[in-house]
């Protein structure tokens, strides 16, 4: 047990639709970070919210957005959806209260995003 | 570029025998952080090692152990014994002190056969 949860498990849509995925965390650690996993691929770092302000961001277009809450959960939102986002997203939350690069990150069970 | 290299895509071995599974890193900070991760069939993320870039003792934990050589940027993984739960797949990522996300490798699934 991470104590990171995710929800939905699984999800639906159709090419153009838009999404919300979201995740909370029990250690109540002021940074999350949302990583998309293709499949037979690694995760890749989306981006990252820390104090719900984004703080560093990989190579996603900016219709993948996100929200951090004062309660420490967050939410990852993807506009006009297409048929290349259909992965696993996962959500991360360091395990000490120093910096991110040194913790390990303890991830969410993930959310099964399927776009057709 | 990838900041982590994982050659082997899949390997299968009987159980009980020992496996290696390899990682290389690319990185020209200093200072750095390296984890493995194994994911099995529910696909959460489950943590096992990390290593900072000035501590290159090996470790063992149980039929775990770990490989660090900064001289080959290399941070292998070994099972001893292995078991059928042993069965996922297992990334390698890489932390580094300037940035704030990890870079995963493409993992390797590993099978092991009773």
């Known amino acids: 047990e991470t104590g990171v949860t995710q929800s939905p498990t699984h999800l639906i849509k159709t090419r153009g639709q838009q999404v919300t995925l979201r995740c909370s965390s029990q250690?109540?650690?002021?940074?999350v970070s949302w990583y998309q996993q293709a499949l037979g691929q690694g995760p890749q770092f989306i981006f990252q919210y820390y104090r719900e302000e984004e703080n560093g961001r990989g190579n996603f277009p900016p219709r993948f957005s996100g929200l951090q809450f004062p309660n420490y959960s967050s939410e990852l939102n993807v506009n006009a959806l297409e048929l290349d986002d259909s992965a696993l997203y996962l959500c991360a939350s360091p395990s000490g209260k120093t910096g991110v690069s040194y913790n390990e990150q303890f991830f969410g069970p993930g959310t099964r995003l399927t776009v057709l | 570029a990838q900041k982590v290299t994982q050659a082997q895509t899949e390997i299968s071995v009987v159980e009980k025998e020992d496996v290696t599974l390899d990682c290389v890193y690319e990185t020209r900070d200093t200072t750095y952080y390296l984890f493995w991760y194994k994911q099995p069939p529910s696909g959460e993320l489950v943590f096992l090692i990390r290593r900072n870039s000035f501590d290159e003792q090996n470790e063992i934990s149980g039929r775990y152990s770990w490989n660090f050589q900064k001289s080959t940027s290399s941070f292998n993984f070994t099972i001893t014994a292995s078991q059928v739960v042993d069965s996922a797949v297992y990334f390698c990522?890489?932390?580094?002190?300037?940035?704030?996300?990890?870079?995963f490798g493409t993992g390797t699934s590993l099978t092991v056969i009773p």
């Open positions: 250690s109540g650690h002021n940074t």
């Open positions: 990522a890489l932390s580094e002190d300037t940035g704030n996300q990890f870079y």
